[in-house]
């Protein structure tokens, strides 16, 4: 026999009410109330850096800071000594710094064709490297990518390449002058054929370095010789061209400096040569600064370029 136990609603009251006492009391304290503000504030307020991290932000920016600064004012050294050393013949830091700041007050200057300001030399040797540069480009890319996807070519053409190659970029100044006639185009000419080579090889290794699945995956498919260039090759070479563009560059800009002592004109290797024939050192000494700065510049925007396009396992 089931028995049903019946609770009379006034039995359950006085629990009732004294539970909603007890909720009122606590959400009335003023110290509870507080204490939930505070866990609130804590849960959304971010953590403030330690000391730790304070030491090791501090670390990281001086291991990035006073290695560069040891270097340089080694190399300052080195230079007072020297100069001190040679009697003076070679101008020492603070004498060099005096001329550059004289020198970079007016950088635009025209005084008449062989008299201008070291900006127009700058300026007209990158203009020369910019066009010998990019008529290289638009041979040496194509022709690595030609080179590099058909082994009958790239048989054909290593010995060329071979052979060519480590001639030196100035035993090529005199055949344009010879061809063109003109100092100008002869030293355009010189940028041309030593930037020409890093582009070909490099463009030619990352072709043959595409993985064979890729190829076998287009020949299923029966795409043309212009989608594997276009779809699957420039893709996956990319990082090979802009490292050899990258080597390019510079190998231009060395070459410029020593084709303009040579061809005269206006330009900062004509300048550096100019300076020398007044035996103006400290001009001598800035030039090559200058130089180095631009090279710099030149190297680091296009090593950021190829990075922003390199895999991950080419870099490694």
């Not at 009251?13 to 009122?24: D, E, L, R, S």
């Not at 991290?53 to 290695?67: N, T």
């Given at each position: 026999?089931?028995?049903?136990?019946?609770?009379?609603?006034?039995?359950?009251?006085?629990?009732?009410?004294?539970?909603?006492?007890n909720?009122?009391?606590?959400?009335?304290?003023?110290?509870s109330?507080?204490s939930q503000k505070q866990?609130?504030?804590?849960?959304?307020?971010?953590p403030?850096?330690?000391?730790?991290?304070?030491?090791?932000?501090s670390?990281s920016?001086?291991m990035?800071?006073?290695p560069?600064l040891c270097?340089l004012?080694l190399?300052i050294g080195?230079w007072?000594?020297?100069?001190?050393?040679?009697?003076?013949?070679i101008?020492?830091p603070?004498?060099?710094?005096?001329?550059?700041?004289?020198?970079f007050s007016?950088?635009?200057?025209?005084?008449?064709?062989?008299d201008?300001?070291v900006?127009w030399?700058?300026?007209?040797s990158?203009?020369?490297?910019?066009?010998g540069f990019?008529?290289?480009?638009l041979v040496g890319?194509?022709?690595g990518?030609?080179?590099?996807?058909f082994?009958?070519?790239?048989r054909?053409f290593?010995p060329?390449?071979?052979?060519?190659r480590?001639v030196?970029p100035?035993?090529?100044?005199?055949?344009?002058?010879?061809?063109?006639?003109?100092?100008?185009?002869?030293a355009?000419?010189?940028?041309?054929?030593?930037?020409?080579w890093?582009?070909?090889?490099?463009?030619a290794v990352?072709v043959?370095?595409?993985p064979?699945?890729?190829?076998?995956?287009?020949r299923?498919?029966n795409?043309?010789?212009?989608?594997?260039?276009?779809?699957?090759?420039f893709?996956?070479?990319?990082?090979?061209?802009?490292?050899?563009?990258?080597?390019?560059?510079?190998?231009?800009?060395?070459?410029?400096?020593?084709a303009e002592?040579?061809t005269?004109?206006?330009?900062?290797?004509?300048?550096?040569?100019?300076?020398?024939?007044?035996l103006?050192?400290k001009?001598?000494?800035?030039?090559?600064?200058v130089i180095?700065i631009?090279?710099?510049?030149?190297?680091?925007a296009l090593i950021?370029l190829a990075?922003a396009?390199?895999f991950?396992e080419?870099?490694t």
């Amino acid at each position: 026999m089931v028995s049903a136990v019946f609770h009379s609603p006034l039995d359950a009251a006085p629990v009732v009410a004294q539970n909603a006492m007890n909720n009122v009391a606590i959400s009335a304290s003023p110290a509870s109330a507080r204490s939930q503000k505070q866990s609130k504030a804590e849960t959304t307020a971010s953590p403030a850096p330690s000391s730790r991290d304070w030491a090791a932000l501090s670390r990281s920016f001086w291991m990035a800071v006073l290695p560069p600064l040891c270097g340089l004012g080694l190399l300052i050294g080195l230079w007072a000594v020297v100069s001190t050393t040679t009697g003076g013949s070679i101008p020492n830091p603070v004498e060099t710094w005096k001329q550059a700041l004289e020198i970079f007050s007016n950088p635009f200057y025209r005084n008449g064709p062989n008299d201008q300001g070291v900006g127009w030399n700058v300026l007209m040797s990158l203009e020369r490297v910019a066009v010998g540069f990019g008529m290289a480009a638009l041979v040496g890319i194509p022709a690595g990518f030609v080179i590099g996807r058909f082994n009958f070519l790239s048989r054909m053409f290593n010995p060329l390449i071979s052979l060519l190659r480590p001639v030196s970029p100035l035993a090529w100044l005199p055949i344009g002058l010879l061809v063109f006639k003109g100092a100008n185009p002869a030293a355009i000419w010189t940028i041309f054929i030593c930037s020409i080579w890093p582009m070909i090889i490099n463009t030619a290794v990352g072709v043959q370095r595409v993985p064979q699945d890729y190829m076998n995956v287009a020949r299923v498919l029966n795409l043309s010789e212009w989608k594997i260039a276009t779809k699957i090759l420039f893709p996956a070479v990319l990082p090979y061209m802009l490292t050899g563009v990258r080597l390019a560059v510079g190998t231009a800009w060395l070459v410029i400096v020593a084709a303009e002592m040579l061809t005269g004109g206006v330009g900062i290797g004509f300048w550096v040569w100019d300076e020398w024939n007044n035996l103006n050192v400290k001009n001598i000494i800035i030039a090559i600064f200058v130089i180095g700065i631009v090279g710099l510049v030149l190297e680091f925007a296009l090593i950021k370029l190829a990075t922003a396009f390199t895999f991950e396992e080419v870099k490694t």
